[in-house]
């Protein structure tokens, strides 16, 4: 039995709807990453789960127990919010304390002054405990100061701190890394990792960068207009996409689409060249997509394009090449000694490798073909 | 080389401006309550610190500052407390917020002078709907209290005319008039909490109402709270036009409200005695002048959180 699971959740703002009967069973100790535009729905459904927004209809619960109808305080659920929401008048010792402090402590212990005197030991307890989060965090040095005083990646630190502080079933967290500049954020991704591993709890992340879902998760689950498309593995979801959306919004560049169309004896045909690939089927009109890897300049590649810009990476070249009768620019990635000789304007013949390739038919759907063992690699 | 002096121009309006509007009348006026100077006196001799004695020693400069104490020591409590009150229901509620909102905000916006003489009809002592209103509930239960019974034997306060009631009548006004004020800023300071962090309080396992408060609602309130204060002991200091609708002369029975903005108008522009006239405006410019520092000093030190 899964740790949490949300079940058929729909959920409607007024005439809008947001969530269209999701649903979505969550491992312990998984690290599960919810990725999509914006607007998708993804941090509703993390806050349907969460308990701060109810939902129209669906079930969630958490080890086993319907928690539908409980309130957040009592889900046993740690979050992280975007804005990291600390409380600006504490200072971070007490804003790590916080948590503790509302679910450890009774009225009378909470009050100014007399409370650690009349439980002194539990105070003591607390006081250990945010010690040693602040140690696992390494911000022991700002415990005393405000969150005004504070970077943005501190910050961020301490929001973690917040959550981790005691032990709660899961960590949920909405986009926490989106008010980092890009440095931080690529760094923080791994430390994110790192904690995963470390506390080998479970992790429910929302965002709308599809490269820290890759990098982080061990599933991710593909949101878009209030639909999950796809969970899987972030390799699988990269590799074999079950639509062309999802095709589309996982990977960057993005992959490459060629309009095509499969003739009567089951051949691809696209911009005109015939191919190997057979497609079991009728007479369509379908989408071929590549990724920018798959593509290799080559002399004899059946398909040409006129290079129209280049983006220099360091590592690798993207050049993009006007092709005649595709109504995209198509990418490739080239490696830096490849693309010394190409200049804007330059003619460049490329071509891929039959298995690279997916196939998607009109409504967007993959398409399954075969090709021949002999083909002109 | 001659450093520029264009500088001077930059800031030479403005502090022009303020000496003449601002500093040279205060130091006038702390010159003129040095000494005996009446408008229209061609001179004035110097009586030092005669004004000044007079003020701290004299029963009616007593009076006065009880009077003033009293209505500050009123209103800005229940001011604050209300405002803060009533800004957190309507707060609360979806659809009806801004009716409260315009309803209790609207002694605000009346003119007080108005309102006062709408108040004296209230509280006439024999046709004000105040105590006719009383005298129903005589013979009732309400009797047994002995304030309540006392009052059907003889008669209800003449609440306005009755120097143990009239201070208080006073305040009750001013508290009527003034929180919907204090509402309206405490109603701006809510809106500028972020809804995040109830979001944060509550997975934080704040459940009640008042655990909300304390942890969220009443610390992010802070700079209003001190600013609201702020203000309502200023305006409260200043209370003159509604003693002045009622008491037109000598500030209330037994000069029971007897407030200090109104003891310089009598003293100044009634009786033309400018020296202690400005020696009273200078005691109001200092008491003002605490409370802007105590201001200051709160804001940089407890609430200042960015």
Redesign the interface.
């Known amino acids: 039995m899964s740790q949490i699971s949300l079940r058929t959740i729909t959920k409607s703002f007024g005439e809008t709807p947001v969530l269209n009967n999701v649903s979505l069973d969550i491992e312990e100790g998984e690290f599960v990453t919810l990725v999509g535009p914006s607007g998708c729905g993804k941090s509703t459904f993390l806050r349907i789960l969460a308990g701060l927004e109810a939902a129209d209809a669906g079930q969630v619960e958490i080890q086993g127990r319907d928690v539908t109808a409980i309130r957040p305080a009592d889900r046993n659920l740690a979050m992280v919010f975007q804005s990291y929401a600390l409380y600006p008048h504490l200072s971070v010792a007490q804003n790590i304390m916080t948590p503790l402090r509302m679910r450890d402590l009774n009225r009378l212990g909470r009050l100014p002054v007399i409370g650690p005197l009349l439980s002194r030991a539990a105070h003591r307890k607390m006081r250990d405990q945010v010690g040693e989060v602040a140690e696992t965090l390494q911000i022991t040095p700002l415990l005393d100061r405000k969150p005004g005083q504070l970077s943005g990646g501190q910050r961020q630190r301490v929001a973690l701190g917040r959550a981790m502080v005691r032990q709660p079933v899961a960590f949920l967290m909405d986009e926490p890394l989106s008010n980092l500049d890009a440095a931080l954020r690529v760094h923080m991704r791994a430390e994110l990792s790192e904690l995963h591993r470390r506390l080998q709890a479970t992790f429910v992340y929302v965002t709308h960068d599809q490269a820290e879902a890759l990098t982080m998760s061990d599933r991710m689950a593909v949101m878009m207009h209030g639909d999950i498309l796809q969970v899987g593995p972030p390799n699988d979801i990269y590799r074999n996409p079950a639509s062309l959306d999802v095709a589309r919004f996982i990977g960057s560049p993005r992959i490459n689409t060629l309009p095509g169309e499969v003739n009567g004896t089951g051949g691809l045909e696209l911009l005109g060249v015939t191919t190997e690939t057979r497609v079991r089927g009728l007479r369509q009109a379908v989408t071929m997509g590549v990724r920018p890897e798959h593509l290799h300049m080559r002399v004899t590649g059946r398909f040409s394009g006129t290079v129209r810009h280049r983006e220099n990476l360091g590592s690798d070249i993207f050049v993009h090449l006007e092709v005649a009768g595709a109504p995209a620019k198509v990418v490739l990635r080239l490696a830096p000694a490849e693309a010394v000789e190409l200049g804007l304007g330059t003619r460049v013949a490329f071509d891929f490798n039959p298995t690279d390739i997916l196939l998607f038919d009109a409504t967007g759907a993959r398409l399954a073909f075969t090709h021949p063992a002999r083909e002109v690699a | 080389m001659p450093q520029s002096r264009v500088y001077l121009w930059f800031i030479g309006p403005a502090l022009l401006l303020m000496c003449v509007i601002l500093l040279i009348p205060i130091l006038i006026a702390g010159g003129l309550s040095l000494t005996d100077y009446s408008l229209g006196n061609t001179g004035a001799s110097f009586v030092g610190l005669e004004n000044y004695e007079r003020i701290f020693t004299r029963s009616t400069y007593e009076k006065m500052f009880g009077a003033t104490f009293r209505y500050v020591f009123v209103v800005v409590p229940l001011t604050v407390g209300l405002g803060l009150g009533a800004a957190l229901l309507i707060d609360s509620l979806g659809r009806f917020g801004d009716l409260y909102k315009t309803i209790y905000f609207l002694p605000v916006m009346a003119a007080l002078i108005a309102m006062a003489i709408v108040w004296e009809f209230a509280f006439h002592p024999t046709i004000g709907i105040v105590n006719a209103t009383l005298e129903r509930g005589c013979g009732t239960v309400l009797e047994r209290w002995d304030w309540y019974a006392q009052g059907c034997e003889r008669t209800f306060p003449l609440w306005l005319n009755d120097r143990d009631y009239a201070i208080w009548t006073v305040s009750f006004i001013g508290v009527w008039q003034g929180f919907g004020f204090n509402m309206v800023l405490y109603l701006a300071g809510l809106t500028s909490i972020?809804p995040?962090?109830y979001?944060?309080a509550?997975?934080?396992?704040?459940?009640s109402g008042w655990?909300r408060f304390r942890?969220?609602t009443w610390?992010?309130l802070?700079p209003t709270t001190v600013f609201v204060v702020t203000i309502s002991f200023i305006r409260s200091f200043q209370v003159f036009d509604m003693v002045e609708a009622f008491y037109p002369q000598g500030g209330g029975p037994s000069k029971s409200v007897y407030v200090m903005m109104f003891a310089i108008y009598e003293k100044g522009i009634q009786q033309n005695l400018m020296g202690i006239g400005a020696a009273i405006t200078v005691v109001f410019l200092a008491f003002v002048m605490i409370l802007t520092l105590i201001q200051r000093w709160l804001v940089e030190r407890r609430?200042h959180?960015?």
């Not at chain 2, 509550?202 to 459940?207: H, I, L, N, Q």
């Open positions: 972020p995040s962090l979001d944060a509550e997975m934080d396992g704040a459940k655990d942890l969220v610390p992010l802070g609430t959180y960015v």
